[in-house]
């Protein structure tokens, strides 16, 4: 749990020297308190205050960037229990498995699967972003020579090296030096050698336990040995288990503060049936996961991932939103139709389905009104006559349709008359007021 | 430092509705920690999955959806027994989208007759579903209520524009009763209230906060399901307690990503397996923030999402 400014002034010196550049040790205090101010601005601040402000201070589960280059993705830094007190931070990985039993022609195709996974939504582009090679063989020189592949046929996409054989380990991890792999394997049997791997390679290293209890124990441990950056592993394999373990772990990490489970929890959602497996991620997208290792990643598979994926950690309060543009549904012709709507993402998602549902090839202009729904927007004035005509003015719109006729939501119905004095030249037609009235809508007129 | 769980208490619980007669009557709800939590509380039941059929053929289901039911469709009773014995369906879900006005505008006694044979030829519990216009599912929701008295059906959707005649219709016919309000809260717990206020049994009741379609607004249904959870565990708040239902198959077999073909996006993969996949990940989801009660559509996804729950409780 953070200290509070009076928990944190308590600590400080209190002599208001002012060198910290505020006016008092209290009003520094608050501004640590609300992390718009680092310890190292005190000079005089003790070694043990020191250590007990830094630990309140760190954020509940560690801040670490897996790969290196523009594939890197960070992990951890959550800070709440449910995505509508605050925004869930860093969108959790997802790692295709890769064992060093199969085929160099068949490791090369999940290579080649991974490089064509992304896809761009909602202005985002989403994509696998990690390769787990497992040690399935058992065998040193599988594993390595696995690993080199991986390393030559994707060298920019973050890796991890799942072996508890440290000489295996190690040879794999040298493969990536300096791009910040993570070795997975520590457990209770071969923690320290793991720990000093990991060490000299600045790896991350993944630990695994069959307990809660097992895996505290066994961070401590490695911390102690001198490794700060670890993704955990509760041994969970279950649905039932996976939900149990991390939530107790992001309870422990931000409610109690606990550090030795202050780290990104990786799950494993191996399964057999593709469907089944996909669900099992769906529930560690949801519940917690920073790493959801997959056995395969269809097509169909990776878009209702990703799609979940961003759903959940979207900003609550922010709403989605779609670029501004006039946007063409079907093939539309000089002569289709052209609505209007606002960019908030879900608005423009309902409506330009019905549009499409309608079949009738029409123009959908997407104005920007930040992400607000339209009688939001139109209450907010944003969505008001003259911006309006101004948006249609410059869209260049009237050089690529014919007709002269702009349909507006049925809500703001309001408004057709004075957009008809600001646009000059067009007709404005109000249309129904929900989006499920376009599909009868368009058909009415097109017959 | 050791390791001390921290596991949570809460002051409430979810109310236990069950629904349905005799031997094949079943019980959702009831638990009293978040979902699928059973490290810290009970979770006496599991989640139910409805088969969702309807009283006209589906025409307007996209066609993956329409397939695994195209020789029984055609008839809401066939369809109906099709699901109970050959899809071993634990409930049925029967939309009376037939009497829309801008569908095939039904009257409430065909609406009455359809929900007598489809209960004359099942025997697992029956949710009856209007055609969700206010205005018309009044008057088809009472004779609906009225065909299946005493069969202990759950009948919906009651709405801020229709509730009064729709509970009324419930309560006389000792139905349970879905209430639904638009992705708020505060409407829904208003609902609550004023339905029970008229003297309906609050555990008779099931909040449906609206349903979103994975990539459609999911996580405005999922935050709302999640902050209703917390209201009832947390603050034991009555009015929050009922359990909540998820109408999946109808909002996700509408989306663009259930229905086109992998011809025209290719990078979004096999069609079937795409539509199949959204309308089981939307489902997973909501069960993550919440449902209990869950209406769907391809037999596939439900089978899934049957096996999902059957891990996440065992």
Not at chain 2, 61 to 67: A, G, I, L, M, R
Not at chain 2, 108 to 116: C, F, R
Request: aromatic residues 6%.
């Amino acid at each position: 749990m953070a200290l509070s400014g009076v928990e944190i002034f308590k600590l400080l010196p209190k002599t208001n020297c002012k060198k910290c550049g505020h006016p008092t040790c209290l009003a520094f205090a608050m501004k640590l308190a609300q992390r718009q101010a680092t310890l190292d601005l005190c000079p005089d601040v003790s070694e043990d205050a020191k250590k007990i402000l830094g630990e309140a201070s760190a954020p509940p589960v560690r801040p670490i960037t897996f790969g290196t280059g523009d594939k890197a993705v960070k992990m951890g830094e959550e800070t709440v229990l449910f995505r509508h007190d605050k925004k869930f931070v860093n969108p959790c990985v997802l790692a295709i498995e890769i064992k060093d039993t199969l085929s160099e022609s068949d490791i090369t195709k999940k290579i080649e699967e991974v490089l064509s996974s992304e896809l761009d939504r909602v202005g985002q582009k989403l994509r696998v972003d990690a390769i787990a090679l497992t040690n399935a063989s058992g065998d040193k020189g599988k594993f390595e020579a696995a690993a080199k592949i991986i390393s030559s046929k994707a060298p920019n996409v973050p890796v991890i090296l799942s072996t508890t054989d440290t000489a295996s380990a190690e040879a794999a991890v040298k493969i990536f030096t300096g791009k910040r792999p993570i070795v997975f394997g520590a457990n209770s049997g071969n923690a320290e050698a793991m720990a000093n791997i990991a060490k000299a390679e600045k790896a991350i290293l993944g630990v695994t336990a069959n307990s809660l209890d097992e895996l505290s124990a066994l961070t401590e441990k490695i911390k102690s040995l001198g490794v700060e950056d670890m993704v955990i592993d509760s041994g969970a394999k279950k649905a039932k288990d996976i939900i149990g373990n991390n939530t107790l772990i992001r309870r422990a990490a931000i409610k109690k503060n606990f550090k030795a489970l202050g780290y990104p929890v990786i799950n494993f959602a191996q399964r057999d049936d593709s469907l089944h497996e996909a669900l099992i991620a769906a529930v560690g997208i949801a519940k917690y996961a920073s790493i959801i290792v997959l056995s395969s990643i269809e097509k169909w598979k990776n878009l209702a991932l990703f799609t979940l994926r961003q759903n959940i950690y979207t900003d609550p309060q922010v709403p989605m939103q779609v670029e501004q543009k006039i946007y063409k549904l079907g093939e539309p012709t000089q002569e289709s139709p052209l609505m209007i709507t606002t960019n908030f993402s879900l608005t423009y998602f309902i409506v330009s389905g019905e549009i499409e549902n309608s079949k009738v090839p029409s123009r959908l202009a997407v104005m920007d009104c930040e992400g607000l729904s339209v009688l939001t927007a139109w209450a907010a004035g944003k969505f008001t006559a003259s911006k309006i005509a101004a948006f249609i003015k410059e869209s260049g719109i009237e050089n690529e349709v014919k007709h002269r006729e702009l349909i507006i939501p049925g809500y703001v119905a309001i408004l057709s008359g004075s957009i008809e004095e600001k646009l000059e030249g067009w007709k404005i037609t109000v249309g129904p007021r929900e989006a499920n009235g376009l599909p009868a809508f368009l058909k009415g007129r097109a017959a | 430092m050791a390791f001390v769980a921290p596991k949570e208490t809460y002051s409430g619980k979810v109310y236990q509705v069950n629904a349905g007669t005799g031997a094949n009557a079943l019980s959702f709800g009831g638990e009293n920690v978040l979902p699928f939590n059973s490290f810290e509380g009970t979770v006496p039941n599991k989640p139910l999955i409805a088969y969702e059929i309807q009283d006209i053929p589906p025409a307007d289901w996209p066609e993956n959806v329409q397939k695994p039911y195209s020789s029984v469709s055609g008839d809401p009773v066939t369809w109906a027994k099709f699901c109970q014995d050959t899809l071993k369906a634990k409930a049925i879900a029967l939309r009376l989208i037939g009497t829309h006005p801008d569908r095939e505008n039904r009257s409430p006694e065909d609406a009455a007759k359809t929900v007598k044979d489809v209960l004359s030829a099942i025997n697992v519990p029956l949710i009856i579903l209007g055609s969700n216009n206010a205005e018309k599912d009044a008057p088809v929701l009472i004779a609906a209520a009225e065909a299946s008295k005493d069969k202990n059906c759950i009948i919906g959707k009651a709405q801020e524009a229709n509730y009064k005649t729709i509970a009324a219709a419930a309560m006389a016919n000792n139905h349970k009763l879905i209430a639904m309000s638009e992705l708020d809260i505060n409407l829904s717990k208003q609902l609550n209230i004023l339905i029970t206020q008229m003297g309906f049994d609050k555990e008779r009741l099931i909040t449906d906060p609206m349903c979103s379609a994975l990539g459609y607004g999911l996580e405005y249904t999922y935050s709302v399901m999640e902050r209703i959870r917390l209201a009832a565990l947390t603050q034991n708040d009555l009015t929050m307690q009922p359990p909540m239902l998820a109408d999946v198959g109808m909002y996700v077999w509408k989306i663009k990503e259930t229905q086109a073909p992998e011809s025209e996006v290719p990078l979004w993969g096999n069609a079937e397996e795409r539509g199949i996949a959204w309308e089981a990940t939307t489902a997973t989801a909501l069960l993550m923030s919440g449902a209990e009660l869950l209406i769907m559509r391809h037999p596939k996804a439900v089978e899934a999402v049957g096996k999902v729950i059957e891990e996440l409780g065992g």
